[in-house]
Every structure is written in C-alpha cells, then in structure tokens.
C-alpha cells in the first residue's frame, strides 16, 4: 500500500476552506433516535406523519419539491421507516417504500432530479429516505446465518428472530480529492463510463484499516499517476446511491508532469486554469459534475467568485 504521511504548513492550516451549501447535507429534522424503541409511540405518529412515498428508488415530488401523504392515503404492500420528528411542531416524518405502481409514472422524480431545489428539511428527509430504502431492499436476509430478518426500531435495523441478531444499515465511505498543482491548476480526469467531455476529480473507497488521508494519496496515485501531499479536509455529504458518503480533500501534487490516466477506470486527463476551465466549458469542451454533487461544489470552491455564472453549464452527476 502506497502510505504518505500529510504535509501541512501553519499558513494552508490557517486557511478556511471548508465547503458550504452541499446540497444533500442539510437537514433539519431530529432522527429521534429515543422515539425508535418505542412502537406505541411510532403507531401513534404514524397516525398523523407527513408521509413520503417513494417508488422503488423515486419519490412522489413535483418539479421542486417533495409531496407529503398522510396514514390514510397509503395502501398496498410497501414498508414504512420513521426518518425523524420536527421537535418545533412534533410532527413525525416517515416514507412509505413500495414496488408497486401507486404513483402515476409523471409524478415520480428521482433525487438527481430534483435534489438541487429541496429545502433543508426536504433534501434531509430525502437522502434518509433513500439509504434506509436502498438499504432494506438489499439485506432482507442475516448475514450470519442466512434467515429471513424483519424491521426493527422504526427501520434503523433489521432483527433476526432464529439467532438474535441485530443488522445495521452501511454507509460506505468514499473519499473525493481535488487534486491541485504547486501554481493552483487543476486536475480533473475523465471515467470510461461517462459521457463523452465530462471531467471530474478523483474518487474511491476507503479500503479496509485504511485512513481517509491514506485513501487519498492511494486513490490519485492509482487514477493519475501523481503522488500528492499536503492532504486537507474540505467536507462531507451522503451520496445515497445506493449507500455512500463522500468525504472531500484536496491535495497538492509536486510533480504534475507525472499525470497519466491508469487506462482502465480513468481514460483521460486535464489540467486547467481558471481561465482555461472557463473558456473550455463554454465552448462546449468540458462538461462539468451536477450541481447536486460534491464534486461540483469541490470545483466551483477552487473556482472561487464568478464560479456560477461561468460554469453554468452543468450536465451528468458522476459521483458526490
């Protein structure tokens, strides 16, 4: 494993750069997590919840907002997870997850779609939402001795009744780095899988016993051949698809001429200025990450002012 301990002078540590204003990393809702044990307490909620619906892995919204159900609009088969409790007005938010067609096909929007556009108490709910249902979907069964588990705790854990266990849902995580130059230039690659002139920086999960800052240095060394340091914490936000968080760094690289694609995960390399980045997305030449990303909001921080209104074009959300 290739190990390079951060280097930081007192002056970059003084710098503030964290992000702001990740779109799926608001939330306003308490999880409650003492109202989960009690059942009574859930059935009682439940009663008069503001209720999402979600369709397999799309949400009854409108073009900018989510839509609430109550308990007695809700029928078919489906199951209901409790995502927390507005302590300002005591109403309980839950969705209602269910493959069944009981939303018309127009009416149904996935959280790429609308994500950018929810507000913090939407944008909370719905990335809740979205990993507990992705999560429940894909581990109906114990791990440890195959049987069938049920919800438990409002749907914070799956229960096995044959040898009493309990499962919890996995957020796996994943670091994103912006990858700099020593004159501030930088470097985004381009995925096989995605559409022709996206660009975005590097991404990948942390392996076993590994550090977030080991994961970084490791991850850019595997994708693009530059070995960086002076590894800084920018931020962190869920990415539900189907069960991750990204936490985001940025990183200097020494030596930017050793940049090569490893030709497998990553097919192409750039290294931008400002300037070139600028001109490059309007021209068409590069299409940058969706503005619900953190990738996104990653390159537009490096930007800085005028990020905006020059690299207005958004197009493709390859990861957080």
Same mark, same amino acid.
């Given at each position: 494993?290739?190990?390079?301990?951060?280097?930081?002078?007192?002056?970059?540590?003084?710098?503030?750069?964290?992000?702001?204003?990740?779109?799926?990393?608001?939330?306003?809702? *308490?999880? +409650?997590?003492? #109202?989960?044990?009690?059942?009574?307490?859930?059935? %009682? !909620?439940?009663?008069?919840?503001?209720?999402? $619906?979600?369709?397999?892995?799309?949400?009854?919204?409108?073009?900018?907002?989510?839509?609430?159900?109550?308990?007695?609009?809700?029928?078919?088969?489906?199951?209901?997870?409790?995502?927390?409790?507005?302590?300002?007005?005591?109403?309980?938010?839950?969705?209602?997850?269910?493959?069944?067609?009981?939303?018309?096909?127009?009416?149904?929007?996935?959280?790429?779609?609308?994500?950018?556009?929810?507000?913090?108490?939407?944008?909370?709910?719905?990335?809740?939402?979205?990993?507990?249902?992705?999560?429940?979907?894909?581990?109906?069964?114990?791990?440890?001795?195959?049987?069938?588990?049920?919800?438990?705790?409002?749907?914070?854990?799956?229960?096995?009744?044959?040898?009493?266990?309990?499962?919890?849902?996995?957020? *796996?995580? +994943?670091?994103? #780095?912006?990858?700099?130059?020593?004159?501030?230039? %930088? !470097?985004?690659?381009?995925?096989?899988?995605? $559409?022709?002139?996206?660009?975005?920086?590097?991404?990948?999960?942390?392996?076993?016993?590994?550090?977030?800052?080991?994961?970084?240095?490791?991850?850019?060394?595997?994708?693009?051949?530059?070995?960086?340091?002076?590894?800084?914490?920018?931020?962190?936000?869920?990415?539900?698809?189907?069960?991750?968080?990204?936490?985001?760094?940025?990183?200097?690289?020494?030596?930017?001429?050793?940049?090569?694609?490893?030709?497998?995960?990553?097919?192409?390399?750039?290294?931008?200025?400002?300037?070139?980045?600028?001109?490059?997305?309007?021209?068409?030449?590069?299409?940058?990450?969706?503005?619900?990303?953190?990738?996104?909001?990653?390159?537009?921080?490096?930007?800085?002012?005028?990020?905006?209104?020059?690299?207005?074009?958004?197009?493709?959300?390859?990861?957080?």
């Amino acid at each position: 494993m290739l190990v390079v301990s951060p280097i930081m002078s007192a002056s970059e540590e003084s710098k503030p750069r964290r992000l702001h204003g990740l779109l799926l990393a608001r939330s306003s809702i *308490d999880r +409650a997590g003492d #109202v989960r044990t009690n059942s009574s307490q859930l059935d %009682l !909620l439940w009663r008069s919840a503001k209720i999402l $619906v979600l369709v397999k892995d799309r949400f009854h919204a409108a073009d900018t907002a989510l839509l609430f159900h109550d308990s007695l609009s809700i029928h078919g088969v489906g199951e209901r997870y409790f995502l927390g409790i507005d302590r300002e007005t005591g109403v309980g938010y839950f969705v209602w997850h269910t493959d069944e067609e009981v939303i018309d096909e127009e009416d149904l929007r996935t959280l790429r779609q609308i994500g950018a556009t929810l507000s913090d108490k939407e944008a909370g709910l719905a990335v809740h939402a979205l990993g507990l249902a992705n999560w429940h979907h894909t581990h109906p069964c114990c791990s440890r001795c195959g049987a069938k588990t049920r919800i438990g705790l409002g749907g914070a854990v799956r229960m096995c009744d044959v040898d009493g266990s309990e499962h919890h849902p996995r957020t *796996d995580p +994943a670091v994103i #780095v912006l990858v700099k130059d020593e004159t501030d230039r %930088l !470097l985004l690659g381009r995925q096989r899988v995605w $559409v022709e002139k996206l660009f975005s920086n590097f991404a990948g999960f942390v392996e076993p016993g590994e550090s977030f800052e080991q994961a970084v240095v490791r991850e850019v060394s595997e994708e693009s051949g530059v070995l960086v340091h002076s590894v800084h914490y920018l931020g962190s936000q869920p990415w539900p698809f189907p069960a991750s968080i990204m936490i985001a760094f940025e990183a200097i690289t020494s030596d930017p001429s050793a940049a090569r694609p490893d030709g497998e995960e990553i097919v192409d390399l750039r290294w931008f200025s400002r300037e070139q980045m600028r001109d490059a997305v309007k021209s068409g030449d590069l299409t940058l990450p969706s503005s619900i990303s953190v990738s996104r909001r990653m390159i537009e921080h490096w930007y800085g002012a005028g990020a905006v209104e020059d690299l207005s074009v958004i197009h493709g959300s390859p990861h957080g």
